[in-house]
């Protein structure tokens, strides 16, 4: 029903920026959050940046004041604005969507996900 396809990603250096791209078919519902989770080796798949319909957007202390989430007028686009970049940032870059009552960057909420997008910052 819903597919999510993420685009993108790269290699970049330390304090550059990268813009993520998301394009979601299907029918993405108004109960339903949109973000972007991340997973480095070795460690937990965690969340980044969440949006839900009405633009409320939360984000993972790591990334805050660097990261920014925004989407399309008709949700079928997401994207992830990343600036100032740091080397702990590099890990395979989802997006996914699910319902949740509020924005959450919990990711057992989230029921569709897109097959990733490699992030690498050098430093």
């Known amino acids: 029903q819903v597919q999510l396809v993420e685009s993108g990603g790269g290699s970049v250096q330390a304090g550059g920026s990268l813009r993520l791209s998301c394009g979601a078919s299907?029918?993405?519902?108004?109960?339903?959050?949109m973000g972007w989770f991340r997973q480095a080796p070795g460690k937990e798949r965690e969340g980044v940046a969440v949006?839900?319909?009405?633009?409320?957007?939360i984000y993972a202390d790591s990334v805050k004041g660097r990261f920014t989430i925004s989407q399309g007028n008709a949700r079928n686009t997401l994207y992830l604005q990343m600036n100032s970049l740091k080397p702990e940032d590099t890990a395979m870059y989802y997006c996914?969507?699910?319902?949740?009552?509020?924005?959450?960057?919990?990711?057992?909420?989230?029921?569709?996900w897109g097959q990733g997008t490699q992030v690498t910052v050098s430093s």
């Open positions: 996914a969507a699910g319902y949740s009552a509020y924005p959450t960057l919990g990711v057992g909420f989230y029921n569709y």
């Open positions: 299907g029918y993405i519902s108004s109960s339903y959050c």
């Open positions: 949006i839900d319909s009405d633009g409320s957007t």
